[in-house]
């Protein structure tokens, strides 16, 4: 009953009051971000990232802020599904196709509705999941040796495109670039490493330009490039007339959805996209006949929307007590705990207990807040909605300038993030997935100290790597990450096209 | 057309090579060379990248289009407005820069450019009291420093 009193500690510290109310504030924000098409959770979560350095917040409070954030948007990612049948985010895309309908029936409230309620579900059963989960898997993380850390890194790269992932080689070419990112400044052995003699360089490239301009500033233009600006006709919001009858009915759906999701979101590679996916078509079969998936089923807007927010997270179970996220937004929340000078990891639970058990009593109370906010207050984030793109982007884009800025006071920042975002934009029209680059930011130094460590114990000999039984197999579950979706991915991803009728936004 | 990859591939095992030459000319560090320098694991990098690469070369994936033409050209503004933004923050202070930076932008993806330049000083104008007032953070003023209170 360990894990209980720090949970009690956990609430002492997300209780307080300014605490709740940037919890409060991250909760409001991350809806909007997630609902907002074009405006991502990881994208969203890197632009509050340098505010929350401007605003010298604790760092307990940052965290609990940006987690709130994630957590918001997932709830967000819903909104622009039902009302505009864009999925806010990748995840949500199964949303639509029960959501979309029912708004075109004249139910977008009992959509909106549902969708909260089976959200809250779906994260509830996975935030328990992580409180049972984390501790067991951080004491036993602590049996890693830095040959097994190596390997697990190498285990999060490979599977960071996911089994449904499109050219996993992409991945691999990615996540070089951006371990060779990781590469530039002084090392810890004092030698200079291609800083070309620059002295802004000699620090290393700050991942948090690099996060912002990647996301923020390619997705400005792949906007103009679309030329996404007016925005789309959005579904009208009828009365809410519903009953608990409805509630109850969904409730099956969603307790699915989220245990599925959570497990979903724990293992590598199989990630949000995946949970709902699997809660949407586990809820058809369930269903069988007496289901009119497609044309308007509350349960199908239940199951996948529970799944998509227990994958969340589960996400965070490898993200904090490994130090190993496997996602996109857990990636950049794991940016902002490194450069809060934590080291994330099995040990965070023993020597930043207060931070870690603090962000998970607050999502646990994050998702009460966001069950308040989004059903009595889910007007406001559809008025939001109808802010059309091209006033939208170009002032996110100032904020993200803004929040960099701010950092150090330099406009060579400024000049690193629009290069970044140029790249950015290049790299994602070559289909190389951005995640992989900036986990190769995030990992670069730890993996590298890692490699030292086992070599200097093993004097130079490269079999420790593989040495122990652990190690052998995280090197296979790395390879086989990287060769399942040459095997499985092709049929895996056909079913989910053929299942939502489209292309899909794949990967991002 | 499956050029893209290729073009990519073959830069990107330049850039290996380039990367892994560079391994060569850094200095040894103090105390003496270990088992692992700090050259190692950049060359383990170089390897992976020129392989990876030159399977993008081997088996690359059809092309997504390049937007040429007019979409192009709004493409090369936006990115030549964030450039100016960026040079022009600090001598023309943050509230006039981010009204002609946002405006134009605003503009360009297509709204009227009065509305445009309207968002772009109404946001300019927000976030600099914000972050002055509530947030007790100087954003630079610029031309504007003569309205600098206290």
């Known amino acids: 009953m360990e894990t209980l009193g720090f949970l009690m500690d956990g609430f002492g510290v997300a209780l307080a009051p300014h605490n709740l109310m940037f919890a409060l504030i991250g909760a409001f924000l991350g809806t909007l971000i997630g609902a907002l098409p074009g405006l991502g959770p990881a994208n969203g979560v890197a632009i509050l990232i340098p505010l929350a350095f401007t605003l010298g917040l604790a760092p307990e409070t940052a965290m609990i802020m940006l987690t709130s954030v994630y957590a918001g948007a997932m709830y967000g990612g819903r909104i622009s599904s039902i009302l505009l049948n864009i999925p806010g985010d990748e995840p949500a895309m199964m949303t639509c196709l029960d959501g979309y309908p029912m708004a075109q029936q004249g139910k977008a409230s009992e959509a909106l509705a549902i969708s909260a309620v089976a959200s809250f579900i779906g994260s509830l059963i996975a935030t328990i999941g992580l409180i049972l989960l984390a501790p067991l898997l951080a004491d036993f993380a602590l049996t890693f040796g830095p040959a097994e850390y190596f390997a697990l890194f190498l285990l999060a790269f490979a599977t960071l495109g996911g089994i449904t992932g499109k ?49 923020a500033i390619s997705e400005l233009l792949f906007f103009i490039e679309d030329k996404a600006g007016g925005g789309k006709e959005k579904m009208a919001v009828n009365k809410l007339t519903l009953k608990w009858a409805d509630i109850r009915n969904i409730l099956p759906s969603s307790l699915r959805g989220g245990v599925l999701g959570f497990i979903a979101g724990v293992l590598p590679g199989a990630g949000a996209s995946l949970g709902s996916f699997i809660g949407y078509t586990l809820e058809k079969k369930v269903v069988g006949k007496k289901g009119y ?68 009593a607050a999502l ?31 002032v996110v884009t100032m904020i993200a300038f803004v929040g960099i800025y701010s950092i150090s006071n330099t406009t060579f920042d400024l000049y690193f ?92 | 057309m499956v050029s893209n990859d290729r073009i990519f591939g073959i830069l990107m095992i330049v850039l290996a090579v380039a990367y892994g030459w560079g391994t060569t000319q850094f200095n040894e560090p103090f105390g003496g060379a270990e088992a692992v320098g700090p050259e190692t694991f950049p060359r383990l990098l170089a390897v992976v990248l020129a392989l990876s690469s030159l399977y993008m070369i081997v088996r690359p994936d059809p092309d997504n289009a390049w937007p040429w033409s007019r979409t192009g050209i709004e493409l090369i503004v936006a990115v030549v407005v964030l450039i100016l933004y960026a040079a022009l923050l600090q001598p023309l202070g943050f509230i006039i820069s981010t009204t002609l930076a946002v405006g134009t932008l605003c503009w360009r993806m297509g709204a009227r450019p009065v509305k445009a330049y309207v968002t772009g000083a109404i946001s300019g104008v927000a976030v600099y009291l914000l972050f002055s007032f509530a947030l007790d953070l100087a954003l630079p003023l610029g031309l504007l420093s003569f309205m600098e209170v206290g």
Not at chain 1, 190 to 215: K, M, N, P
Not at chain 1, 369 to 388: A, Q
């Open chain 1, 167 to 215: 050219n996993p080689m992409k991945t691999v070419v990615a996540a070089a670039i951006g371990l060779m990112i990781a590469t530039v400044g002084i090392d810890n052995t004092g030698v200079q490493r291609y800083t070309f003699g620059t002295l802004e360089l000699y620090e290393g490239v700050d991942f948090i330009i690099a996060i912002v301009g990647l996301f």
């Open chain 1, 293 to 360: 998936f497609g044309q308007g089923d509350p349960r199908g807007v239940a199951g996948p929307e529970a799944g998509n927010n227990g994958a969340s997270s589960g996400a965070l179970v490898p993200m904090l007590t490994l130090g190993v996220p496997g996602s996109g937004t857990t990636a950049v929340l794991l940016a902002l705990l490194i450069s809060l000078n934590i080291t994330p990891g099995p040990l965070m639970f023993t020597q930043n207990a207060d931070i870690v058990w603090g962000v998970i």
């Open chain 1, 364 to 394: 646990l109370i994050g998702n009460f807040l966001l069950l308040i906010l989004n059903i009595p207050l889910v007007g406001i984030f559809v008025k939001l909605l109808s802010v059309p793109p091209m006033y939208l982007l170009p």
């Open chain 1, 417 to 508: 993030m629009v290069a970044f975002g140029v790249a950015g934009y290049i790299f994602r029209k070559l289909e190389i997935p951005l995640v992989p680059i900036i986990l190769g930011l995030l990992l670069g130094p730890e993996m590298e100290k890692n490699l030292r460590h086992a070599m200097d114990i093993a004097d130079g000999d490269w079999t420790i790597l593989w040495d122990s039984g652990l190690a052998i197999g995280l090197w296979v579950f790395a390879g086989m990450g990287l060769i399942l979706p040459y095997i499985v991915g092709p049929i895996l991803r056909r079913r989910m096209r053929v299942a939502t009728g489209t292309g899909g936004p794949e990967g991002d």
